[in-house]
């Protein structure tokens, strides 16, 4: 995996808009990326991360921290990287959540995070496939194609140093804990703990089914009553004492068998009893009806001759009420036709001929109702039309003139697009004038940066001048004085160090000024200072002056005046359009509301059309009707009225005559409507239809009262009796005859009660217990009811008493069975929880280092890290051969430490000096041996994590600090191994602030603070 560009914005310390080609500075394999501390330079390594996994380098870093707190609010921050892998070139973008200011009031809304991706055809390409906008579908992406996770990734891509240099010089626990957190194999002591909770879980539950098997003998024990049984003998105990309930419950049978046959003849004894007292009752209630006989014969005599009588007496009585009827109805006919001065001798045929003429013309009636109802309805309809012929000629104007109307707005709105369609080009136009304001303001800003870089190169040579000659003043003096100087350090009968001589005739004495090798010291590493602030100053000024001359190209001939020019015009152009391109909507809009009003007029023309047509035929039809219908009721009215002076001059009396108009009261007038002379002809029917129907009842009645008298002659003689009057005789009051039949019924209800209670079969075999009660001597009891009760108690007792006790039996059998089955489930239940639990302590107790079980003592997490971390010193040794000569290779060990008192943790680490075949303690090594030791197992992790992801080849590494413990010549072996991990085209990034690098590594990436409080970048190649 190669990394081609990255480009961020608004992130971290760097508010502007940060651009790095890794492709340019790693094209020698080696570059630098260098800065103070807390510069940013972690930063540049968290955007790779976060642009690929989403997240940061660090496992509890918050992407909120990503936002620049220096730049605009407003400012969208994002991340965006072009990476090479196996799979193709990838272009990844994200935004982090951020709090923006609202675009409406005040206050800020949460922006949620962003992500796209893109295949790219080569690094170069701008535009690409786009793949995904989904955050995990471009994690997964991203995965698949890198080869490693987010947490290999950091393992491998920026190497873990200095996580290796406090392993060297940690102890034993301190190291386990390094190489978990650095292998990510905390999952190991997670499943050893997981085990030992499991282990925990199993012992508990084969002692709760210990507990249980325990409980369920002690049950069984008090339900079977047998406080020695054991799980053994429990079978058996429950077989005893199901003999035993079975024993009890023929006992019980037995018993109730004794008992119902005593129940038996207590009840045969009672009912025998009972029935010799009911016969002796019977034959008393027999005797005295006997006695009662004669009169009971009496009352049955006078009773049936009342009955007779009464026939008679109700047929006269009806006669006598006919005659009365009759005598009422002549009377009131005769009333009836002198109030109306009735002499028509059939008045039912005069009535049937008047009802049938109005049943011919009562419809018309109604019809007549209407007639004044639809003639106004005519007049309305005719105004109506009206009133809709004037309204039409209203819509044909209108509809005439809308097309003019039409075309003068599509006029318009065509003049408004025309100057809408500039908006494009005049919003391109402000955003030129825009940028170019901004390119005149950073050029004036970079000139004065390169004045103040120039100013600052001239005053750092001039220092650098001042201290170069000050040191070759003082290295001059002290080379003159160097006689004096070793005057002064000779001592009598010393060799001079010159001439050898022990004598020593003129001795040169130092100079007072002469320089000491402290000073020159002094003065070399001013010289030094000087030098290193002139390269940092000239460097300055030299990516100020490049900047500079990017921002003048850039702005070419503009300036402040031609820029604002152009800016005011791109405004009111960019104005003139937006105003025009509302202008085509609000014209589009009346163009739809004229064209919508058009179809509402051609649909209200259309329908004022077909309503005036289907007016003027409905009014037309309505008053040919209306005469028709107007011709049928004065036909209708002269018929009705001829009608009724036929019945007036046949004696219909004085209602015909006013319904015919012909007793002078204006009744019968030639206005008078078809209801009105329909209404008095109802009147006279009515009076027709009250005299005929009394006509009929009076026929009627008359029939009825001969009828009546031929049938009380034929009752008088069928019923035996001379005349009425003897038959009133001899009837009896409702009174009389009712107490007399009571009398009757009462007796033969006696009789039948008697007799019946004679034949009952009991009753019958009674009669030979009474003869022996009667015959027997005194105190000789025949049926013995206390005896037979006695007996009958005694049996309920024994019943009861093997009752309880096959209950009892049974209960305690079932009881122990059903306590036997729960102690057979829960001995099957302990042997099952037993040989499940065995497996599950073994583990545990395996993976928790348990001596009884693994006497290495080794737990699961270490013997991972032991074999993780062999693979990494084997690696890592490969590396150390190279670069120190073969000298040293690291030992693992899985033996406890020295000098440590922590229990064995497998994770010893000895230093193999080949050279004088020693092994040393790695807290031995000197600083730059530390650093090399941790470079290479660094770098062997980084192999061995990308051989178990399936040997991902990765083209950029990055190393972080550790370089200033090194002496010059270490540091030319380390990158020297460095520059051959680019073989095969890979990227190496040194990340560091040493000095020395920077003279060593042309190709940089340098992190610089701001006065504002953020950081710019500076890319050297």
């Known amino acids: 995996m190669y990394l081609h560009r990255l480009e961020l914005r608004a992130v971290g310390p760097y508010p502007e808009l940060v651009s790095i080609d890794f492709a340019s500075l790693a094209a020698s ?152 957190s650095l292998f990510g194999t905390a999952v190991y002591d997670r499943t050893a703990d997981e085990l030992a909770a499991r282990r925990r879980t199993a012992l508990a539950d084969v002692e709760a089914a210990d507990a249980r098997v325990r409980d369920a003998l002690g049950r069984f024990r008090q339900a079977s009553g047998d406080d020695d049984a054991d799980e053994s003998t429990a079978p058996d105990v429950v077989v005893a004492l199901q003999r035993d309930a079975a024993g009890r419950e023929r006992a019980r049978a037995e018993a109730a068998v004794a008992a119902e046959q005593a129940v038996s003849h207590l009840h045969d004894v009672t009912a025998r009893s009972a029935a010799v007292d009911r016969r002796r009752d019977l034959l008393r209630r027999r005797d005295a009806a006997a006695d009662g006989a004669q009169v009971v014969a009496e009352h049955r005599t006078a009773l049936a001759l009342a009955e007779h009588a009464a026939v008679v007496v109700a047929v006269a009585d009806g006669a006598a009420s006919a005659e009365d009827r009759l005598t009422a109805l002549v009377g009131e006919r005769s009333t009836v036709r002198d109030r109306h001065d009735l002499t028509d001798p059939a008045p039912r045929a005069t009535h049937d001929r008047l009802v049938g003429v109005l049943a011919d013309v009562r419809h018309l009636v109604e019809l007549e109702r209407t007639l004044a109802e639809r003639a106004t309805a005519v007049e309305t309809a005719t105004a109506d039309l009206e009133r809709t012929q004037a309204r039409l000629t209203e819509a044909v104007a209108a509809l005439a003139d809308r097309p003019d109307e039409r075309a003068e707005i599509v006029a318009t709105a065509a003049r408004a697009a025309e100057t809408a369609a500039d908006a494009g080009a005049a919003e391109r136009a402000v955003e030129t004038a825009q940028e170019l304001a901004r390119l005149l303001a950073a050029r004036d800003a970079a000139a004065d940066r390169a004045a103040a870089a120039a100013t600052a190169v001239a005053e750092s040579a001039t220092a650098a001048s001042a201290a170069l000659a000050a040191e070759n003043d003082l290295r001059a ?43 020159i010291d002094r003065a070399a590493a001013a010289r030094a200072d000087a030098e290193r602030g002139l390269a940092a ?220 209670g004679l034949a009952d079969p009991a009753v019958v075999a009674a009669a030979e217990d009474l003869a022996a009660l009667d015959a027997a001597a005194p105190g000789v009891a025949v049926l013995d009811l206390d005896a037979a009760r006695t007996t009958r108690d005694a049996a309920a007792d024994a019943l009861d008493d093997a009752t309880r006790a096959a209950a009892a039996g049974s209960e305690r059998a ?56 062999e693979d990494v010193v084997a690696a890592a040794n490969d590396r150390l051969r190279a670069m120190l000569a073969g000298r040293f290779t690291l030992e693992t060990s899985d033996e406890r430490e ?121 890319t050297t190649v």
Not at 499 to 504: T, Y
Not at 541 to 548: D, F, G, I, K, T
Not at 687 to 716: G, H, I, P, S
Not at 947 to 965: H, I, K, Q, R
Request: proline share 4%; aromatic share 4%; with cysteine.
């Open 29 to 180: 394999g080696v570059f630098l990326l260098e800065g103070p501390t807390g510069s940013g330079k972690s930063t540049i390594i968290d955007a790779v991360v976060y642009a690929l996994y989403g997240g940061l380098a660090g496992s509890d870093a918050s992407t909120d921290r990503l936002h620049s707190q220096h730049a605009d609010p407003g400012v969208e921050p994002f991340v965006d990287l072009v990476f090479e892998t196996s799979a193709g070139v990838y272009r990844v973008r994200r935004t982090p959540p951020y709090d923006r200011p609202k675009q409406r009031g005040s206050g800020t809304i949460r922006q949620q995070a962003s992500a796209q991706l893109w295949r790219l055809a080569d690094p170069a390409d701008l535009v690409g496939e786009p793949l995904s906008h989904r955050a995990p579908e471009i994690g997964a992406e991203v995965a698949r194609g890198v080869g490693l996770n987010r947490d290999q990734f950091l393992q491998t891509v920026v190497l873990p140093q200095g996580e290796f240099a406090r392993f060297l010089r940690s102890p034993g626990e301190d190291r386990r804990r390094l190489l978990q």
């Open 537 to 756: 100053a000239t460097a300055d000024h030299a990516v100020a002056r490049a900047e500079l001359a990017r921002l003048t190209e850039a702005v070419g001939d503009h300036d402040d005046e031609s820029v604002a020019r152009q800016r005011d015009d791109a405004d009111a152009r960019l104005t003139a359009a937006r105003v025009a391109a509302t202008a085509v909507a609000e014209h589009e809009r009346r163009l739809q509301a004229h064209d919508r009003a058009t179809r509402a007029l051609e649909v209200d023309h259309n329908d004022l059309v077909t309503r005036s047509r289907v007016l003027a035929d409905r009014i037309e039809r309505d008053r040919v009707r209306l005469d028709e219908d107007g011709q049928r009721v004065r036909s209708a009215r002269h018929v009705v009225l001829a009608a009724a002076g036929d019945a007036a001059a046949g004696g219909a009396g004085a209602e015909a005559r006013r319904a015919a108009g012909a007793d002078g009261d204006g009744d019968g007038d030639g206005d008078d409507s078809l209801a009105a002379v329909v209404e008095r002809v109802d009147a006279v029917t009515t009076v027709l239809r009250a005299l005929a129907d009394l006509d009929d009842r009076v026929t009627a009645t008359e029939r009825d009262v001969a009828d009546r008298k031929a049938e009380v002659d034929a009752a008088v003689q069928a019923q035996g009796f001379t005349d009425v009057t003897s038959a009133r005789a001899a009837a009896l009051s409702p009174a009389d005859a009712g107490r007399l039949r009571a009398l009757v019924v009462a007796a033969d209800r006696e009789h039948a009660v008697v007799e019946a």
């Open 477 to 519: 003096r002290r080379i003159a004085g160097l006689a004096g100087e070793l005057g002064a350090a000779l001592t009598p009968g010393d060799p001079c160090p010159v001439c050898g001589a022990v004598e020593h005739p003129a001795v040169a004495q130092p100079q007072d000024d002469h320089p000491s090798a402290e000073q």
């Open 898 to 1018: 020295s000098g440590t008192r922590a229990r064995r943790t497998g994770l010893a680490l000895a230093v193999r000096d080949h050279l004088t075949d020693s092994t040393r303690d790695p807290r031995s090594l000197s600083g730059g041996e530390t650093f090399t030791f941790s470079l290479c197992l660094a770098l062997g992790l980084a192999d061995v994590v990308q051989a178990e992801a399936g040997g991902v080849s990765l083209g950029t590494l990055f190393v972080d600090e550790g370089f200033g413990t090194l002496d010059p010549e270490t540091l030319d072996d380390v990158i020297g191994q460095l520059s051959r991990l680019t073989a095969g085209g890979r990227q190496v990034g040194i990340v560091s602030h040493v000095e020395e690098l920077k003279q060593r590594i042309p190709e940089r990436i340098a992190v610089r603070r701001t006065p504002e409080g953020g950081s710019r970048v500076t």
């Open 814 to 869: 079932a009881a122990a069975e059903r306590c036997a089955a729960d102690l057979e489930r829960a001995v099957r239940a302990r042997d099952t929880t037993s040989a499940e639990s065995r497996a599950v302590v073994r583990l545990a107790d395996i993976a928790s280092a348990a001596p009884n079980a693994n006497p290495t003592g080794i737990t699961l997490g270490t013997y991972v890290l032991m074999r993780r971390f």
